[in-house]
């Protein structure tokens, strides 16, 4: 099997995440060793199958610094699981534009660093995906790294919920190029949006009818940082959106981020309100806190990612891909149920679509 040449944009929590999980699955064989992974092996690819070539930040504790040391600097608060060894791999410095919000320049230190030509050092790296890991206030610096995986004849994964692979003409720049494009706003494996979804579908089913529900939750990482500032509108719509569509009719729905706690670190707490009615219009309702920490909760989504994303460029897929997008992201193209997002992925892993 050939490796995949991934470049990353943002070496923050969820590029630490994603670094460690290769070197924490790097061998895994036995069902033991692979816990925690969805797929350990897909399309015939495994997660060691997965080569970082190149990395970009703005941040002064990263920039200039090897792969393996500037995962751990700060601000990063994502645990460390695993030692990873020295990559030879040096974090790049690239144009900060709108990636430091202002909230951000208090806990972002902005390197003084010569910026690199990225598209040059994507060319030079090998790197055949681009993995945005930006802010998800970032709408102009994710824009920009999509313009220069294109230039670079790289393929595109939007993590952040700036609407790139859900745009028609984000869509079409990369149809123009024969690339594939993917996003928008990753999922969670333990994800408080699939979850509130997956509750919701179930008591449909059995006939309770929703009357409201909302999903709220805080977390501590720079990113729940970011959000309060720029992005909490446009995650509530998108979340709103996402967790209404698993009912097929109207009822009172709200999801979206609430606060920054800073003592909670890189962890998150959701929250979940459903009330409903059964039988002869009983009453019934749930209340529900789900706690996770956050980095850690993006790493196997992305191995799945990477790997379909691999196999959609040796396919000669071009612009957004629909089948990846709904399986992996909150605004994909076009929004389908979970069970059918599933199916279209699987079937295209086995180039049944
Ligand atoms: N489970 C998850 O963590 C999860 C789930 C869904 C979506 N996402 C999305 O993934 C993205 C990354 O999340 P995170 O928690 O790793 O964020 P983070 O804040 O920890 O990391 C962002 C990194 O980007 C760097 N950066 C800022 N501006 C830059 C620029 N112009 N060029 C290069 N680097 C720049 C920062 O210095 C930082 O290292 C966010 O958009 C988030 O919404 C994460």
């Known amino acids: 099997m050939s490796k995949i040449k991934i470049a990353i944009v943002g070496v ?17 064989q036995t069902k033991e060793e692979t816990l925690g992974l969805r797929y350990l092996s897909l399309g015939g690819f495994r997660p060691q199958d997965i080569q970082i070539v190149a990395a970009f930040d703005v941040d002064q ?12 600097a700060n601000p990063n608060t994502a645990p460390k699981v695993v030692d990873v060894p020295w990559q030879n791999l ?14 951000l320049r208090e806990v972002v230190k902005v390197s ?10 994507l060319r030079q790296s090998d790197a055949e995906i681009v993995i945005n890991l930006l802010p998800s ?21 939007n993590a952040t919920p700036t609407y790139i692979a859900s745009d028609v003409l984000w869509a079409r720049k990369f149809e123009d190029a024969t690339l594939p494009v993917v996003g928008d706003d990753l999922i969670d494996q333990v994800g408080a949006t699939t979850l509130h979804k997956t509750l919701l579908k179930l008591l449909s089913q059995h006939g309770v009818r929703i009357i409201e529900t909302y999903q709220l939750d805080v977390g501590g990482g720079t990113e729940s940082l970011d959000t309060l500032e720029r992005t909490r509108k446009v995650k509530r719509v998108m979340k709103t959106r996402s967790v209404s569509s698993a009912l097929s009719y109207e009822a009172e729905v709200v999801a979206g981020s609430t606060d920054y706690v800073d003592f909670l670190k890189n962890r998150r707490d959701s929250y979940f309100w459903i009330k409903g009615v059964y039988f002869c219009n009983t009453p019934m309702q749930i209340d529900l806190k789900l706690s996770t920490v956050d980095a850690p909760n ?13 196999i ?9 891909v629909l089948s990846i997008s709904a ?16 199916k279209m992925f699987m079937d295209f892993i086995r180039n049944r679509d």
Do not use: M
Not at 90 to 103: E, R, Y
Not at 312 to 320: P, S
């Open 12 to 28: 923050g929590n969820c590029a630490s995440a994603l670094v460690q999980g290769l070197y924490y699955y790097g061998k895994a």
């Open 312 to 320: 959609a460029l040796q396919r000669g897929i071009k612009g957004a």
């Open 90 to 103: 040096i974090v790049q410095k690239g144009p900060v534009l709108d990636g430091v919000s202002q909230a």
């Open 61 to 72: 504790r990263k920039v200039g610094q090897d792969l393996s040391e500037a995962i751990f």
């Open 137 to 157: 206030g970032a709408v102009k610096a994710s824009q920009w790294y999509a313009d220069q995986a294109i230039k670079a004849g790289c393929a595109f994964v």
């Open 327 to 342: 399986y992996a992201f909150k605004h994909p193209p076009q929004l389908v149920p979970l069970e059918v997002a599933e």
């Open 298 to 310: 993006a790493g196997s989504t992305l191995f799945d990612v990477i790997r379909a994303v691999k």
């Open 112 to 121: 003084d660093a010569t910026e690199v030509d990225v598209s040059e050092e």
